[in-house]
């Protein structure tokens, strides 16, 4: 934090000037100048190093000028404001905004050339019985957000990890157990408090502000800064799952359940199914593959599990188990193979070292395309083993069902644009690998982006293309925003202009994936 200097036997004047001590960095400084230094760390302050090794991915780690950290709403419309209104000067500095830490990419959620506004301390969870709202705060990571709720006696729509921020996983749509049955994480948000560019403190719900209520639902960073997510919740109730470990021998075996379960309708949307194909030297000198089933109902009898557990298995974990305790497990080293199987896509290898790149795309149900990802991913194991050596690096990819279901509308809809793109039932894919240095981030990210593009012409010619990119898992050079159809896409262009007509937040607050960007 803001430190005072005491320096002896200086004049009065100069010593009025150093209790308010000066970096030289314009946005820093107007922070402490408009009263606001005690929430600021500057890089000589142990704070900051402790903030930024709580990015998940390396990648993310970029060293802002300064970082500030309100503890209130009203604090970040004050700081908001203040860095706006400082302008950039003749330089060049601008504005990250940070929930959780957990996105892959740099930039994303922090600035190397200006300041970090870090909502870790809004990480308050409040359940109101007489509504059945939970209000978490922006900086909320779900692990506490589910604790709190499971005190009460609720649980609520969010990340199938605990360590996963609140707030990026519902701006950008939200995938979990409970899609099937009660719709994305956005679609569980009943009101958006939220910080305007202009400091204007709104709120966006189904009777105020309703053009930005839904265009917060998947429409990502491009409005303002969402300070508290108001959710509703519903009855605790134990799931039941876990994995199942298997060779990919049986991969055609999986690959058959995985067209299967995308072809599922909405009496089996209690069930999910998620099978990640696994190159991890820790865990085993071959791919494997981690089938994750759950029933969110606690069925441990459900029809549409037979396809996966009549497949011979090495090992398996399954049981009942609470939301609290599968999204805690997540967060712990996936070398100790917790039942959760999301061991990359969640929480992967908890490693301090880890560079992070992910990518994703999506396409129709077709067994012939699903063929040719695991034959594509194979080659793509072999040319990073090529390329750097084997404990180095770790790689996944998994498929998640997406049925035609999923597009329904809820509480008004989304943005997202499935009501449109999902023509026939299809599958989400998504490949994630770690790295450990950054010439190794550079090949590795080539490598997946090539891997993604020739899958994607393949898709084409195979006539399974969908449009939709899933924005929580896209690689930076993807246009997730663009997926969700040209209605959409003006849609949040309109809301933008109405709530950010100076388009500051597209300009000054850089990270993430702009409205602006898209064609």
């Keep these: 934090m803001w430190k005072t200097l005491a320096i002896p036997f200086l004049t009065s004047s100069l010593a009025t000037a150093l209790a308010s001590p000066r970096t030289g960095l314009v946005p820093c400084d107007a922070l402490a100048e408009n009263n606001l230094g005690e929430l600021v760390f500057l890089a000589t302050d142990s704070g900051y190093e402790q903030r930024l090794q709580t990015y998940w991915s390396v990648s993310a780690r970029l060293k802002p000028w300064c970082i500030v950290q309100p503890r209130t709403t009203d604090e970040v419309s004050k700081v908001l404001k203040t860095l706006l209104d400082t302008g950039s000067g003749a330089g060049s500095w601008h504005i990250a905004v940070r929930g959780g830490g957990h996105n ?22 409040d359940y109101n019985e007489a509504t059945n709202i939970a209000s ?5 990571l779900w692990n506490s957000a589910y604790e709190a709720a499971a005190e009460h006696g609720v649980s609520l729509v969010g990340s199938r990890a605990g360590g996963v921020g609140v707030g990026g996983f519902l701006l950008g749509g939200g995938n979990s157990y409970y899609t099937g049955q009660r719709g ?12 305007l560019l202009d400091g204007r403190i709104v709120n966006a719900n189904a009777t105020s502000n309703e053009d930005l ?10 409005f303002g800064i969402v300070t508290r997510f108001d959710l509703e919740a519903f009855p605790a109730k134990d799931l039941y799952g876990g994995s199942r470990t298997i060779t990919t021998n049986y991969t055609d075996e999986i690959l058959n359940a995985v067209v299967s379960f995308a072809n599922h309708d909405e009496s089996e949307a209690a069930d999910s199914f998620t099978p990640t194909f696994i190159y991890n030297t820790a865990i085993s000198p071959d791919v494997i593959i981690d089938a994750s089933i759950f029933n969110v109902e606690g069925l441990r009898n459900s029809t ?12 398996e974990d399954l049981g009942s188990r609470n939301l609290v305790t599968i999204a805690a497990a997540s967060t712990v080293d996936g070398t100790s193979r917790q039942a959760n199987s999301h061991l990359l896509i969640d929480q992967f290898l908890t490693n301090p070292k880890n560079r992070s790149i992910w990518t994703t795309m999506t396409f129709t149900a077709n067994p012939t395309v699903l063929r040719r990802v695991v034959e594509r991913w194979n080659v793509f194991v072999t040319q990073m083993q090529e390329a750097m050596p084997a404990d180095d690096f770790q790689a996944q990819m998994n498929f998640q069902h ?15 644009g499935l009501d449109s793109a999902l023509t026939d039932n299809s599958v989400l894919w998504v490949n994630i690998v770690n790295v450990q240095t950054a010439e190794q981030e550079s090949v590795a990210r080539l490598l997946t982006n090539t891997l993604r593009a020739e899958l994607e012409e393949f898709a084409i010619s195979q006539d399974s293309s ?16 663009g997926g969700y ?14 709530y950010d007509p100076k388009g500051l937040f597209q300009t000054r607050v850089p990270g993430g994936f702009k409205i602006s960007r898209v064609d």
């Design 402 to 416: 997406v049925p035609k279901f999923y597009g329904r509308t809820i509480r008004g809809g989304n943005v997202l």
């Design 466 to 481: 969908v449009r939709f990119r899933y924005l929580n898992y896209a690689e930076p050079s993807q246009d997730p925003l």
């Design 304 to 315: 549409g599990f037979n396809r996966i557990t009549s497949i011979p298995a090495v090992s």
């Design 104 to 125: 892959h990419w740099a930039g994303s959620s922090n600035i190397a050339n200006g300041v970090t506004i870090d909502l870790g301390l809004l990480n308050r969870t």
């Design 213 to 222: 209520y839904r265009a917060l639902k998947g429409g990502g960073s491009n």
């Design 184 to 195: 994305f994480g956005c679609d569980n948000v009943v009101n958006y408090e939220v910080v």
């Design 485 to 498: 159809g040209v209605d959409n896409v003006q849609y949040i262009r309109d809301v933008v202009a109405k």
């Design 136 to 140: 978490v705060g922006g900086g909320s």
